[in-house]
């Protein structure tokens, strides 16, 4: 039994939720979200509640139960708060500047990096080496942060590069002489 998949996603006042065309739409002050329903889980919306429940007890309905509960919920948090990942860049001479639908990033290369800044995403840098990246929709701030982090991974000798805020970058120890 799924212990995510027994809890009901509330769906707050604001946020409407509705199935039609195989598909579950949210729609919040922040905007509308929608995903495909797997038709291994059955979904039900009353009283502001959305409810998911398996099919039957076969092992690959019980692995969608709490997966689409969560992601559910993913829609609501997204159409009421947003997700929102923050970037640090350490090392000489790496900065970050926002300039409209384009990041510009200056990492120790011979050129400037530009990043151009999907349809839904907002990037604003409130310092040279701080990037905040914001949207609705979960999976797709986290790809963008992701995708500007590869252009330079930290490094483990000077701990140099992009790397997410809270993470902790494992130093190794230089020469011993």
Do not use: C
């Amino acid at each position: 039994m799924s212990r995510t998949g027994k809890k009901p996603v509330t769906v707050p006042s604001g946020v409407t939720a509705s199935i039609a065309d195989g598909q579950l739409s949210v729609k919040g002050p922040k905007g509308t979200l929608a995903i495909p329903l797997a038709d291994e889980v059955t979904y039900s919306v009353e009283d502001g509640v959305i409810a998911v429940k398996p099919v039957n007890d076969s092992k690959r309905a019980r692995a969608f139960w709490g997966m689409q509960r969560t992601l559910i919920q993913n829609l609501i948090t997204g159409v009421t708060e947003g997700y929102t990942k923050k970037l640090l860049i350490t090392g000489v001479g790496y900065r970050a500047n926002a300039q409209g639908k384009t990041l510009k990033l200056q990492l120790g290369y011979s050129h400037d990096v530009d990043f151009a800044v999907p349809e839904g995403i907002e990037i604003k840098t409130p310092d040279n080496t701080t990037v905040e990246i914001s949207g609705i929709d979960k999976q797709q701030v986290g790809q963008v942060a992701a995708e500007i982090r590869r252009w330079r991974k930290p490094e483990p000798y000077k701990g140099k590069g992009i790397k997410y805020d809270g993470e902790f970058i494992f130093r190794k120890e230089g020469k011993k002489k």
